[in-house]
T-cell receptor, first 112, second 113 residues
Framework: SAVISQKPSRDICQRGTSLTIQCQVD?????MFWYRQQPGQSLTLIAT?????????ESGFVIDKFPISRPNLTFSTLTVSNMSPEDSSIYLC?????????FGPGTRLLVL | GQQLNQSPQSMFIQEGEDVSMNCTSS?????WLWYKQDPGEGPVLLIA?????ELTSNGRLTAQFGITRKDSFLNISASIPSDVGIYFC?????????????FGKGTHLIIQP
């Protein structure tokens, strides 16, 4: 299985600011994804992070709000821009490997 | 888009009891995955299923990929306190991991001593 780390593990931010979350994988992977898990809810796919090209966003998520970088096959960042309290969630990085999918420990974000 | 219905939403059981939960889909999936999420952690993969009818075990856990490819179940035998957590089913309509997963809403498992 792939070992995934995320930074920061948690943060408390003021509304209107932005936070960049980093995801590092211990091996090269083709597919990387970003998910959001709102309090008490299931996981929702935000976007697929594509290496060398723009991320592919799911319905309801836009690049201006959630810009994503994927500079290589082991690293990706997700930025939550112009935050509001409704952005308080767990943000999870995920990678596809051998037809299954693994998750990082998540970044717990609280926006005041 | 695809939707997954996971049930039950929560379960209150006694230690030692068996547990069963299932997911149904509005469309055909090629992959079914079952995850467990503990508080403050990311989901951890329990079992992966890739073929219709496939029955796979992982210790006290058993999961099956439904023949119609629209459903899957997870059984836990002889539950123990560390089984407490949220269990999610997830499915993928395409092969090769090209798309992200669709998740069920989760089953909260609570074990009473």
């Amino acid at each position: 299985s792939a070992v995934i780390s995320q930074k920061p593990s948690r943060d408390i931010c003021q509304r209107g600011t932005s936070l960049t979350i980093q995801c590092q994988v211990d091996s090269q992977v083709t597919m990387m994804f970003w998910y959001r898990q709102q309090p008490g809810q299931s996981l929702t796919l935000i976007a697929t992070a594509n290496q060398g090209s723009e991320a592919t966003y799911e319905s309801g998520f836009v690049i201006d709000k959630f810009p994503i970088s994927r500079p290589n096959l082991t690293f990706s960042t997700l930025t939550v821009s112009n935050m509001s309290p409704e952005d308080s969630s767990i943000y999870l990085c995920s990678v596809a490997a051998r037809e299954t999918q693994y998750f990082g420990p998540g970044t717990r974000l609280l926006v005041l | 888009g695809q939707q997954l219905n996971q049930s039950p939403q929560s379960m209150f059981i006694q230690e030692g009891e068996d547990v069963s939960m299932n997911c149904t889909s509005s469309s055909i999936f090629n992959t079914w995955l079952w995850y467990k999420q503990d508080p403050g952690e990311g989901p951890v993969l329990l079992i992966a299923l890739y073929k219709a009818g496939e029955l796979t075990s992982n210790g006290r856990l058993t999961a099956q990929f439904g023949i119609t490819r629209k459903d899957s179940f997870l059984n836990i035998s002889a539950s123990i306190p560390s089984d407490v957590g949220i269990y999610f089913c997830a499915g993928r309509a395409s092969g090769g991991g090209a798309d992200g997963l669709t998740f069920g809403k989760g089953t909260h498992l609570i074990i009473q001593p």
